[in-house]
């Protein structure tokens, strides 16, 4: 929208910064209301074993249940909360509602399998971080080998600050991993010189392994990496049989991603848990597909 008019134009344009401001403010108020009304939920997306079909882990995803908007999904909320900060008592609220629903499972007698947090730059720019998680860890009764946390590359910039957060979380007992790997900032330095246990290789390079000789380069070399690293490695947004035969060809240890299950509310992962409780492994390919 070209305007000949500079005087409507700064007009139009002041009037644009204020229903961004104003749309950020609602968003702010509403998440700390939604907070206090519990409209927040966490979802489960399993995370399989690419060798035995087995359960081997669940990646806790945000939902906002919103009451007058119906779900919103965490792309939607997350960025707003990080730059207002609310990022801060809602991902610690994340990191609670996590641990605790892993040890009322354990309670439950189901298996004992770790669940994933997400965790955004602002949280772990935190200096009393790891003091939080292993209040909540206490709290909640959860062996912190059971809870994993995601960092992004771009969290390891400042390699120092990284590492040092990093290794009091790691004396703490908990693991770490890196979330859609590949797409940030990559340095051999921080992957050679931080506890990482796991690499999440991003779903766009997933997506087109059968058609795009690159990426199915990629994803081959992040593996063979990860391995000589003695890092796990596992693949995200895995939606096909071809691609689970792909990344078993290449060794990749573990798979998430539709083809296995979309995340599922807590009573969909009890069923899961059941399941596994009651039966032996199934092959990867016998899971249903999410539609
Ligand atoms: P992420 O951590 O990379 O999570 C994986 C996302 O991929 C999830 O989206 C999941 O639903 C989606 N996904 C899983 N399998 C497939 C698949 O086969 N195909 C496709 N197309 N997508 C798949 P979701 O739940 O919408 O979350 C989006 C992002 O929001 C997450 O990406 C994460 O960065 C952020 N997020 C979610 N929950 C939290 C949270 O509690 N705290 C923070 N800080 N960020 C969160
Ligand atoms: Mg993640
Ligand atoms: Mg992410
Ligand atoms: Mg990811």
Request: net charge negative; proline share 5%.
């Given at each position: ?21 104003l ?39 945000i ?5 007058e ?9 997350i ?9 801060v ?24 399998i ?13 200096r ?41 979380l ?15 900032y ?5 992957l ?11 779903r ?32 995200e ?7 689970v ?11 998430q991603?539709y ?32 539609s």
């Amino acid at each position: 929208r070209v305007k000949e008019n500079g005087k409507n134009d700064y007009l139009l344009h002041s009037g644009d910064m204020d229903h961004v401001a104003l749309h950020k403010l609602t968003i702010q108020h509403e998440m700390r209301r939604a907070l206090l009304n519990q409209e927040f939920a966490l979802f489960y997306q399993p995370q399989y074993d690419l060798a035995s079909g087995q359960i081997v882990g669940m990646e806790a995803l945000i939902r906002w249940f919103h009451p007058e908007r119906g779900l919103v999904p965490p792309g939607d909320f997350i960025p707003a909360a990080e730059e207002s900060g609310i990022i801060v008592p809602l991902g610690d609220w994340v990191i609670e509602e996590a641990c605790r629903q892993n040890k009322e499972w354990q309670n439950q007698g189901m298996p004992f399998i770790p669940v994933s947090v997400n965790l955004s730059m602002r949280q772990f720019s935190q200096r009393n971080l790891t003091g939080k998680v292993s209040d909540i860890l206490e709290q909640t009764g959860l062996d912190p080998r059971y809870l994993e946390l995601e960092i992004t590359e771009s969290m390891t910039m400042d390699v120092d600050r990284a590492s040092q957060c990093l290794k009091e979380l790691t004396d703490l007992g908990v693991n770490i991993s890196i979330d859609d790997f590949g797409t940030g900032y990559s340095s051999f330095h921080y992957l050679k010189n931080l506890p990482i246990a796991r690499l999440k290789i991003d779903r766009s390079f997933v997506r087109d392994i059968q058609q795009d000789p690159n990426d199915a380069a990629i994803v081959a070399a992040i593996i063979a990496m990860a391995h000589n690293l003695q890092l796990q490695v596992i693949a995200e947004g895995v939606e096909t049989e071809d691609q689970v035969h792909f990344l078993r060809s290449h060794r990749c240890d573990e798979m998430q991603g539709y083809f296995g299950s979309p995340p599922l509310p807590s009573d969909g992962v009890l069923a899961l848990l059941r399941e596994k409780l009651n039966r032996p492994a199934l092959p990867v390919h016998s899971y249903i597909r999410a539609s």
